[in-house]
């Protein structure tokens, strides 16, 4: 199976950037679509960002146009988020997951990291 691990949050002011990541374990990474998810307190967890397993294509939510880039390395099982021009509302915390395809429901997803906290406050 496939271990995932995110880093890369933590506390930045509104309009601030972070570049999150993911690490991931399994040996065969590049089989597997990746996603970006968050979850704020007291929320379902939402999609933000997928991409497929070749790393050639990319699902994002409509909220997330624009300000967020997912990308993906197979050669080094890692996969990115980054986030530009951070507001409040995108304090989460972000999950990663592996999937079959690049989808943007969460059930979809056969393998999710641990999270981290991105807080975005003056």
């Known amino acids: 199976q496939v271990q995932l691990v995110e880093s890369g949050g933590g506390l930045v002011q509104p309009g601030g950037s972070l570049r999150l990541s993911c690490a991931a374990s399994?040996?065969?990474?590049?089989?597997?679509?990746m996603g970006w998810f968050r979850q704020a307190p007291g929320k379902e967890r939402e999609f933000v960002a997928a991409i497929s397993r070749s790393g050639s294509d990319t699902n994002y939510a409509d909220s997330a146009k624009g300000r967020f880039t997912i990308s993906k390395d197979n050669s080094k099982n890692t996969v990115h988020l980054q986030i530009s021009s951070l507001k409040p509302e995108d304090t989460a915390v972000y999950y990663c997951?592996?999937?079959?395809?690049?989808?943007?429901?969460?059930?979809?997803?056969?393998?999710w990291g641990q999270g981290t906290q991105v807080t975005v406050s003056s």
């Open positions: 997951a592996a999937g079959s395809l690049y989808s943007g429901t969460p059930r979809a997803y056969d393998y």
């Open positions: 399994g040996r065969t990474f590049v089989n597997y679509a």
